[in-house]
């Protein structure tokens, strides 16, 4: 089961699958948020989530290169 294999797995395993799962979600609201920003309701908020969709970016591209 589940909880079994966690009980077995190294504290360093738990923290790279953790890692994954960031990297997993930063990548599906990379893909919103565009979307997001077109359906802005507000330039303000549209313009936050244009900016918020660089950054991300760059998080990404970061952890891509960064990784081993």
Not at 34 to 61: D, F, G, I, R, Y
Request: glycine residues 2%.
């Amino acid at each position: 089961t589940g909880v079994f294999r966690v009980a077995n797995t190294k504290l360093e395993d738990l923290f790279l699958m953790t890692l994954q799962d960031i990297y997993h979600g930063e990548n599906q609201i990379l893909s919103a948020l565009p979307k997001m920003a077109q359906k802005a309701s507000s330039s303000e908020l549209q313009n936050a989530l244009k900016k918020h969709e660089v950054e991300t970016a760059e998080h990404c591209a970061a952890a891509t290169t960064t990784a081993p």
